[in-house]
């Protein structure tokens, strides 16, 4: 029997090599997809988009034929498409459902899928309807297929000049309004140049990009911005001290590291504290809040509060973020220390909960621009803490990192952690919170107690055999300890080298 390469079916999306998904599989797949659009999701329409990789095309066409073939009706973004803008163009067709082909920061060879039902809801394990995913992959290892005797209609829709007015009208960004602002892009020949350029363009930014060119071989390596080697020639160009803001973008344009115009990191946090008070702006009723990934910096968190939303912690992963912010009425968006950042949209009368990175970074470039000492104040505030990044180890078993995770567990709780699984709804947060001298519930008047530290852990859902920790900490001695400490006791059960990604 063939080789149905399961294990391409994450916790939130699709992720795979691409000489393990043949055409004659991808067609399996887009098969399956076709009939869980018709049968459980109950349309017969999908918008179909897909990245920088150079496989892109020929997967589309491939799901293009599939899911005609099976009598949906099909809109084809044309060329090189951001996730963002993806989401965009699903939330201008509310009805339809959509498929996203490509591979975020995965290796050039990887390819993937991001699956959105009407009115762009996530389609994930264990969310969607009849279980989403799940019911996809039991649809393609049944092999099942459709047939319909009228083959859908294919049509284009090209959503760039929509969606950069969208998002400017949206993040308060005139024409013209950042002339003479100094800020530096690089898309590491990702998917976002495009929209970023013309946008920025427009606003009358004074922008500085690199790698604008889609390149599905991403000569720099992953199009990953947490890897040094890949963003080295974007650092080197901002220590000229020529910007006053830089974004750094991944493959498919849905991650943006921001970094002041000394090359300082904002960690994703900080960025959120800055921006969110625009975001209040325009979500304005009382008892309106907005998520917190659990590894978010408290004394982000303490920022956050300021503006007046209530902040609870959030479990990881793009599609049950998402999930969680449109189930709940009183959350409108949320921050993930991987440099994501989400919203509930407002689009045609429609409420959409996604990502925009456009919005983002132009509201990004807004609070630089025009209150540069509010920046000035977080880095600050951030500068007093110290973190060590989101790292991982690679493990030989499932059992073995078990063991390795409820072993860095018991070591924290050993010396006065308190742990925390899950969040405030009663939802399994899926990782770990441990902390010192921090209550869970954070505020704007919350006291942290001196010596306190965050360790946060977590199964990768998107690498087989990770398993991933982040820290954050009053001082650089406590964070570079608490590394030190999962380092040694990770290595009593096989873990490989330390993995950044």
């Known amino acids: ?38 049968d459980s999701v109950g349309t017969k329409k999908v918008v179909l988009a897909h990245d920088a990789r150079a496989n892109g095309p020929r997967y589309l066409e491939i799901g293009v034929a599939a899911f005609r073939r099976a009598g949906l009706d099909v809109v084809v973004v044309p060329g090189v498409c951001s996730t963002s803008m993806f989401y965009f163009a699903a939330m201008k067709y509310p009805d339809h459902a959509g498929v996203m082909f490509g591979a975020s920061h995965n290796p050039a060879g990887d390819t993937g899928q991001k699956i959105v039902g009407p009115n762009v809801r996530p389609i994930a394990e264990h969310i969607g309807p009849d279980g989403g995913l799940d019911k996809i992959v ?38 013209g309004s950042l002339h003479g602002f100094s800020i530096f892009h690089d898309y590491l020949n990702g998917a976002a140049g ?28 992953d199009p990953n911005p947490v890897k040094t080697n890949v963003v080295r020639e974007g650092i080197e160009e901002l220590a000229s001290g020529a910007y006053a803001m830089a974004n750094f973008f991944d493959g498919d344009g849905d991650r943006i590291d921001f970094y002041h115009g000394s090359g300082t990191y904002i960690s994703s946090s900080f960025a959120y504290a800055a921006i969110l008070p625009y975001i209040r702006e325009r979500f304005s009723a009382d008892g309106l809040g907005v998520y917190a990934d659990l590894k978010s910096n408290p004394l982000a968190i303490m ?3 300021s503006t007046g939303f209530k902040i609870d912690v959030v479990r990881n992963g793009h599609s049950q973020i998402k999930e969680s912010i449109a189930s709940d009425s009183y959350k409108v968006g949320a921050v993930e220390e991987s440099a994501h950042y989400y919203e ?73 952690a308190k742990s925390l699984t899950r969040m405030a709804n009663g939802l399994d947060l899926e990782a770990t919170m441990m ?67």
């Open 344 to 416: 509930k949209f407002i689009l045609d009368g429609g409420e959409y909960s996604a990502e925009n990175t456009l919005y983002i970074s132009l509201l990004g470039a807004r609070a630089f621009n025009e209150h540069p000492e509010r920046i000035a104040e977080l880095l600050n505030i951030q500068s007093q803490t110290a973190r060590e990044r989101e790292w991982g180890y690679k493990f030989s078993s499932d059992e073995l990192r078990a063991s390795a995770l409820d072993a860095v567990k018991l070591h924290f709780e050993s010396i006065g």
């Open 435 to 501: 902390r010192i001298g921090i209550p869970f519930e954070v505020d704007v008047d919350t006291h942290l107690q001196s010596g306190w530290g965050q360790v946060c852990q977590r199964t990768s859902q998107s690498e087989n055999g990770l398993a991933r920790w982040e820290v954050c900490a009053e001082n650089a001695e406590i964070a570079a300890r608490a590394k030190q400490d999962v380092a040694q006791i990770v290595k009593e059960f096989g873990a490989g080298e330390e993995y950044q990604g």
């Open 303 to 305: 920022q956050m509060a």
């Open 138 to 175: 039991e649809l393609y290892q049944a092999g099942e297929k459709s047939t319909d005797a009228t083959p859908g209609k294919l049509t284009t829709y090209d959503p760039l000049e929509d969606y950069v007015a969208y998002s400017m009208q949206l993040a308060g960004v005139e024409a």
């Open 194 to 221: 495009r929209e970023m350029i013309h946008a920025f363009g427009l606003a009358g930014a004074n922008l500085k990009s690199l790698h604008a060119n889609p390149d599905g071989s991403f000569p720099l390596g």
């Open 1 to 38: 029997m063939t080789d149905l390469n399961l294990s391409m079916f994450r916790a939130y999306d699709i992720r795979t090599p691409s000489t393990q998904l043949t055409d004659e599989l991808a067609e399996r797949l887009c098969n399956g997809e076709a009939i869980y659009f018709r």
